[in-house]
């Protein structure tokens, strides 16, 4: 089994290794996604209608208002958040998000992700080293 390396920066801490759920699309979790159950829920999105609970989340960035550092917060209380998230440029809405749920998170990864994972890859997110490790 070989693993592709891919370095990135350090957003929030943490390990973890799951199955990644790719968009295309900045996405706002104000909105945009039920903490309840960890679905889409902007008609207009890439992702409507699919459940991020429990996968590497990997988008462009985020949008939207500073409300949605508080729902990633809910949802990870309520357990339906992504195992982590990988951005290609995270802003400080997601970011925050991120830290305050202490879900691993990355960015400005040295290799295009959105061109090289494919839905359902399985990835390894080491946000404590910036590494993201594609497993084959």
């Not at 943490?14 to 039920?34: K, M, N, R, W, Y």
């Not at 679905?39 to 949605?68: A, C, W």
């Not at 959105?114 to 590494?131: F, P, Q, S, T, W």
């Amino acid at each position: 089994m070989t693993s592709h390396k891919i370095k990135c920066r350090k957003i929030s801490r943490g390990h973890v290794t799951g199955s990644v759920i790719i968009s295309q699309e900045p996405l706002s979790f104000l909105g945009g996604a039920d903490p309840q159950t960890g679905n889409i829920t902007d008609r207009e999105h890439d992702l409507y209608q699919q459940n991020i609970s429990g996968k590497i989340l990997v988008i462009p960035s985020g949008k939207g208002s500073t409300v949605g550092s508080y729902v990633i917060f809910q949802m990870a209380k309520n357990k339906t958040a992504p195992l982590a998230i990988i951005a290609l440029e995270a802003e400080p809405i997601i970011a925050t998000g991120a830290i305050m749920a202490s879900i691993p998170m990355v960015d400005q990864p040295e290799e295009d992700v959105l061109e090289i994972l494919k839905e359902g890859d399985r990835v390894e997110v080491d946000a404590d080293h910036g590494i993201i490790k594609l497993k084959k």
